[in-house]
């Protein structure tokens, strides 16, 4: 996968979210990295979002969901770990899982955000 198709599916995932109201992405040679802003008007969530990181290079992928500036969630392909999960229960916690797309993992958050609500 190369950043113009890690961007491409991550805006065409995040867009079939209701709650995420608003994305800023940022691209510099094989990184792409950003946010995914969650809706306030879910049960007053104040400053929840998707941080997202995709380098083209290593492979390495991280998806965590932010509450009051901590994890509370995350999907993470690393060289060191490979694919693993940061659950809702304990997010500090790494839990090996299968190779995700950028897709799937958006519809692992949307099943989080509604867990949330």
Known sequence: ???????????????TVEVIEEVALRS???????RAYVTRRINDIRGM?????FNEQTGTMAFALIEDRERIWGID????????????????KHVGIEMLSVSEIVECLESVLKDKA
């Open 1 to 15: 996968m190369d950043v113009r198709d890690f961007a491409s599916e991550l805006l065409q995932a995040l867009a």
């Open 28 to 34: 510099e040679g094989p990184v792409v990295s950003g």
């Open 49 to 53: 979002f998707l941080e997202f990181y």
């Open 77 to 92: 392909r690393d060289t060191v770990r490979g694919w693993h999960l940061h659950p809702l229960e304990n997010p500090r």
